[in-house]
């Protein structure tokens, strides 16, 4: 059940006292997607889903969501819930022209019909509404099958091995220096290996984009998205590999 966070039906204010500027970059986002797809520009639209969907996970998890805040500020964790609630809404639209299925089993979870892709996040399910039955989107990723699965779809270059990369010595932020990698012991998680398949897929979009010529604006501004991209995908290795 959504509790009640007090917010009306209708769009979400773009900035406020407890959720800061979330729902105003949201927004944002939105509108960049809408102009890709319209533009037919497939690849940039799913990039900007990507986007959307990192900024809802960091926006889940600065809110520090659990039961001493449920406690002093239940009005804040009630339009937590509801801004996430409804931002998974607006994604199982935006996701629809790629994934239908995976559309389509958001909207059985959220108990909600399908809906048109919105221009600005706004409170359609609303408190008291009930939410279906929860189950996994996509199938875990079994470690005997990531090489079988990278073999077959990554194409000739394997997903980078993070757990044998050197560790740099010298520090970040300096010219000519990288920052160093987080090595592991043991096996890596489903979930690393996954995040290490998507960093070589969204690699190649990079450097395809970057080979391509002329450079327009339109093609310079995708460039931009596509790093924005790679970059918070390459961020979410390293918190999967950080030591709890």
């Known amino acids: 059940m959504i509790p009640d966070g007090e917010d009306a039906p209708g769009p979400f204010p773009p900035i406020d006292v407890l959720n800061g500027e979330f729902v105003s970059n949201t927004n944002s986002l939105l509108k960049d997607y809408i102009d890709a797809m319209e533009a037919v520009k497939l690849r940039l639209g799913l990039q900007m889903v990507m986007l959307i969907s990192n900024r809802a996970n960091t926006y889940l998890q600065a809110s520090g969501l659990n039961k001493a805040l449920i406690a002093s500020n239940p009005k804040r964790c009630a339009q937590v819930i509801s801004r996430a609630v409804n931002l998974i809404y607006t994604l199982s639209a935006l996701i629809y022209p790629f994934m239908p299925a995976t559309s389509e089993s958001i909207l059985n979870q959220l108990n909600a019909p399908a809906r048109v892709v919105p221009e600005v996040l706004s409170n359609d399910i609303l408190a008291g509404h009930a939410i279906g039955t929860p189950q996994h989107l996509f199938k875990?990723?079994?470690?005997?099958?990531a090489d079988v699965w990278r073999s077959r779809f990554g194409g000739n270059e394997?997903?980078?091995?993070?757990?044998?990369?050197?560790v740099s010595k010298k520090k970040p932020g300096k010219k000519g220096t990288t920052a160093p990698s987080t090595?592991?012991?043991?096996?890596?998680?489903?979930?690393?290996?996954?995040?290490?398949?998507k960093v070589a897929e969204q690699g190649k979009i990079v450097r395809e984009l970057k080979g391509r010529s002329p450079k327009t604006p339109e093609l310079e501004e995708e460039i931009k998205v596509a790093v924005k991209v790679l970059k918070a995908l390459k961020a979410d290795i390293e918190k999967a590999l950080?030591?709890?």
């Open 140 to 145: 875990k990723i079994e470690e005997n099958m």
């Open 242 to 244: 950080s030591p709890s």
């Open 183 to 197: 090595a592991i012991d043991g096996p890596k998680s489903p979930e690393v290996l996954a995040l290490e398949n």
């Open 158 to 166: 394997a997903a980078p091995n993070v757990d044998t990369a050197p």
